[in-house]
T-cell receptor, first 115, second 114 residues
Framework: AQSVAQPEDQVNVAEGNPLTVKCTYS??????LFWYVQYPNRGLQFLLK??????LVKGSYGFEAEFNKSQTSFHLKKPSALVSDSALYFC?????????????FGTGTRLQVFP | DGGITQSPKYLFRKEGQNVTLSCEQN?????MYWYRQDPGQGLRLIYY???????QKGDIAEGYSVSREKKESFPLTVTSAQKNPTAFYLC?????????????FGNGTRLTVT
């Protein structure tokens, strides 16, 4: 069975500092990995995805994510955090390119960026 | 602008009443989904539909029903059989035939049942 874990409920970082939001996964086949962001009382917005190829994936709003197969991780990163990055971040995984019904979401990590 | 519209934003109901949440999209997406979000639990799939007049149960379909009579619309009914209906409900859509097409979400409906 596939699963995804976001080990931190909350991450706090000062504005201008680099940020990392962690995600680890477990799938039986090749992983297809996604990051979404949710602002208060809004739906989720797609940030980036890893399918195959380069282990460093660049996405929206200056975010990037590093795929590490040996550590089964897909951590979200940004070199310089902004206060406006404060939101809830979700990692998601599936083991097939088409079965969205099998897309498994993590429990979310709340990012708080302090001025 | 294309997008997904969920209405209403807030909904209050008495226990024992059925309630229907609206979801409309003008993205011309084939696939539509309903998720439930509870604090600390991430998103859980209730129902999904990949084509008009067809839909499938997700992980937590009990107490819910859907219809897909039009490509643009995928309403969700929360029935009185749903034991814990108070939650934030999110509708989403995607291009079913494109590999790894991301989900597009509406802004959600917060349902409170007392």
């Amino acid at each position: 069975a596939q699963s995804v874990a976001q080990p931190e409920d909350q991450v706090n970082v000062a504005e201008g500092n680099p940020l990392t939001v962690k995600c680890t996964y477990s799938v039986s086949g090749n992983p297809y990995l996604f990051w979404y962001v949710q602002y208060p009382n809004r739906g989720l917005q797609f940030l980036l995805k890893y399918i195959t190829g380069d282990n460093l994936v660049k996405g929206s709003y200056g975010f990037e994510a590093e795929f590490n197969k040996s550590q089964t991780s897909f951590h979200l990163k940004k070199p310089s955090a902004l206060v406006s990055d404060s939101a809830l971040y979700f990692c998601a995984v599936r083991d097939s390119p088409y079965n969205t019904d099998k897309l498994i979401f993590g429990t979310g990590t709340r990012l708080q960026v302090f001025p | 602008d294309g997008g997904i519209t969920q209405s209403p934003k807030y909904l209050f109901r008495k226990e024992g009443q059925n309630v229907t949440l609206s979801c409309e999209q003008n993205l011309n997406h084939d696939a539509m989904y309903w998720y439930r979000q509870d604090p600390g639990q991430g998103l859980r799939l209730i129902y999904y539909s990949q084509i008009v007049n067809d839909f499938q149960k997700g992980d937590i379909a009990e107490g819910y029903s859907v219809s897909r009579e039009k490509k643009e619309s995928f309403p969700l009914t929360v029935t009185s059989a749903q034991k814990n209906p108070t939650a934030f409900y999110l509708c989403a859509s995607s291009i079913a035939t494109v590999e790894n097409s991301p989900l597009h979400f509406g802004n959600g409906t917060r349902l409170t049942v007392t």
